[in-house]
């Protein structure tokens, strides 16, 4: 391995016995290892956590869709025994209304924010990982 190094790796600029300069970069060069290793597990700690999060936000998104919907079933319940139903009403019109891109729930596109970062991500993470002509979309047509 040493014959692979260019020759001004292994200088001599001091006076200092060879053997305490070795040790003492080799203490130098493992330190500098292992900051590299701490920066990337904090990097994959902090992408774990956006992710984490985002994938709460998508299931959070979806709960409160879930709970909307039997809310909305509770309030058609009541307002059958009522004179009025005005949100029953309301959400025909809706339903039957013949232009349906007029009225887009906005569950549906609180859905897709999370989704449009975790495929951003996954973009990004595809780019920046080494190696990356493993997967089938990178290789050339």
């Given at each position: 391995m040493k014959a692979d190094l260019p020759a001004t790796l292994f200088r001599r600029v001091s006076e200092t016995p060879p053997s305490i300069l070795f040790l003492e970069q080799y203490r130098i060069y493992?330190?500098?290892?292992?900051r590299i290793a701490d920066r990337r597990q904090?990097?994959?700690s902090f992408f774990l956590k956006i992710n984490t999060g985002l994938c709460f936000w998508l299931r959070l998104v979806r709960s409160y869709r879930y709970l909307k919907a039997a809310k909305f079933r509770v309030v058609e319940a009541i307002e059958e025994q009522l004179p009025l139903a005005p949100f029953t009403a309301e959400w025909n019109a809706l339903r039957k209304d013949s232009d349906s891109r007029q009225y887009i729930p906005l569950?549906?596109?609180e859905v897709w924010i999370p989704r449009s970062f975790i495929i951003l991500y996954t973009a990004i993470i595809h780019l920046l990982i080494p190696g990356r002509d493993l997967f089938w979309f990178s290789q050339p047509h």
């Open positions: 493992l330190q500098l290892l292992d904090s990097a994959n569950t549906n596109l």
